[in-house]
């Protein structure tokens, strides 16, 4: 499996981005993508997740009702819609599938990992 991460970019604080994530290879029911992301001088976090058989998903507090994680199951692709950005957000976002997750924000149950896009966000 790979990912392939896009979207990201230069923005003012308020403004909005949309990440992408496509997967090819193959990809099971079971299967579950998460939204990371690691800001210069600190350690990665959690940031959304969504299962790809059920739709449901999970969002950390920091990003709860700015961020809107959905996927596109034909297309082997998810969405990070980022509304209302601060220069907190600012950060390298990576997206990570795993199986069988039922910790979503724990990094180590993801198995393959995209190459990161960088959000930068300006006051």
């Known amino acids: 499996v790979q990912l392939q991460a896009s979207g990201g970019g230069l923005v003012q604080a308020g403004e909005s981005l949309r990440l992408s994530c496509a997967a090819s290879g193959r990809t099971f029911g079971s299967d579950a993508m998460g939204w990371f992301r690691q800001a210069p001088g600190k350690e990665r976090e959690f940031v959304a997740a969504?299962?790809?058989?059920?739709?449901?998903?999970h969002y950390a507090d920091s990003v709860e009702g700015r961020v809107t994680i959905s996927r596109d199951n034909g297309k082997s692709t998810v969405y990070l819609q980022m509304n209302s950005l601060k220069p907190e957000d600012t950060a390298v976002y990576y997206c990570?599938?795993?199986?069988?997750?039922?910790?979503?924000?724990?990094?180590?149950?993801?198995?393959?990992w995209g190459q990161g896009t960088l959000v930068t966000v300006s006051s």
């Open positions: 969504i299962s790809w058989s059920s739709g449901s998903t």
């Open positions: 990570a599938l795993g199986r069988y997750i039922i910790n979503y924000s724990d990094d180590g149950r993801y198995n393959y």
